[in-house]
């Protein structure tokens, strides 16, 4: 027994125990069989000769002897030797053929190749993917979104931009495509608004892990779903589920969908005679995304949508960038190196000390928000806009009169 190595024996125990429980009519002969994993017929075998010969019978009986297929030593060397020394710069099926026409040797590529191998002349191919499916479509419009950007040169120049598309899972169905300088928050929020403005509210967002989506405490570790981006509190606020995708082949509905736009929209572009950015996104807008649609949309497997109205008045808050503040004693924000001044409020006598929301609207628009109140509107300059309609007002005035 003691020229059997370990799992060998412990492999011949279990079938011992197995058989002993068949013998004793514990369990049957078909159930000893799935219990070892071999067919009927190998476990009447197995019974016969541990009946007639005992446990030793349940050894592997080719254990410690050569193959007859085993390939002597001296044509082993001699297979290496020609590879040092005459086809060093041949891959493993040239140098086979080389072996078997030339030289007559009766190897196999496959023994040869394990040779080459195992003698460190050959460097071991990676192990490939394991197989995979295409993930199936989502029955209903609505039910998962995918939002993506891809650089590329649309107007086959020098130039580079980002094309942001959201496409429907169920139908590849695209309900924005707009030409942005680069994918940013700001340009992501105002995609995301004009989907809910113009389609209604939709149950999840597929997106990759892009800064403004996702925050990664380290690389290649999982997001953080805690800590929540821009993007990600306001589809929190809408109750919008968001994804992570963790591959390139994870996303591979959209990026199917942005080669057919590489290979396409450049193209078109030209042939328009297009070259600036805000002529591509009106003819986006106005056309092509109409025109890929009939193309290449498919109809969903389920009848309806998963598409719900948005009936809410706050959009505005929702599709901004949010920041908290504190309000100074003379009822004064400070942001972005601006002085926000907050008039008096008929409702209270001084914010001082309250904590603020200062709201970064997409139109480039400031505001200030105490709870549901909003306490005061600013442009980008920080000049309240109540004051700078009251300027313009006055401006017109005196030029009627002079």
Known sequence: M?????AAVERAMKVQEVILRAVAKKITWIQAAEILGVSPRHMRRWKEKYERFGFFALFDGRRGRASPRRVPSAVLDEVLRLYRERYSDLNVKHFHEKLTAEHGFAVSYTWTKGVLQGAGLVQRQPRRGTHRKRRARRPLPG??????????????????????????????AIHYAQLVEQ?????????????????GLFC?????RASHFWLTPKAGE?????ALTQVGRAMRELNVQMIPAYSPQARGRSERSFRTWQGRLPQELRLAGITTLAEANRFLRERYVAEFNARFAVAAEGVGTAFVPCTRSDLDRVFCLQHERVVARDNTVSFARLTLQIERQQWRGTLAGCRVIVYE?????????????????YNSEGVPLRAAAKGAVKKAVKKRAA
Not at 147 to 171: G, K, N, P, Y
Request: proline fraction near 3%.
């Open 2 to 6: 003691r020229h059997y190595p370990e």
């Open 143 to 172: 039910m998962l979104l995918h939002i993506d950007a891809s650089q590329h040169q649309w107007f086959t120049d020098e130039r580079w931009h980002d094309l942001i598309v959201i496409l429907d899972d169920a139908t590849s």
């Open 183 to 199: 994918e940013s928050t700001r340009t992501v929020l105002r995609a995301l608004r004009e989907v809910v403005e113009g389609q």
């Open 204 to 208: 999840s967002l597929y997106s990759d």
């Open 222 to 226: 999982p997001v953080d779903r805690q």
């Open 361 to 377: 609207h997409l139109d480039g628009t400031l505001s200030i928000g105490y709870g549901l109140h909003e306490v005061g509107r």
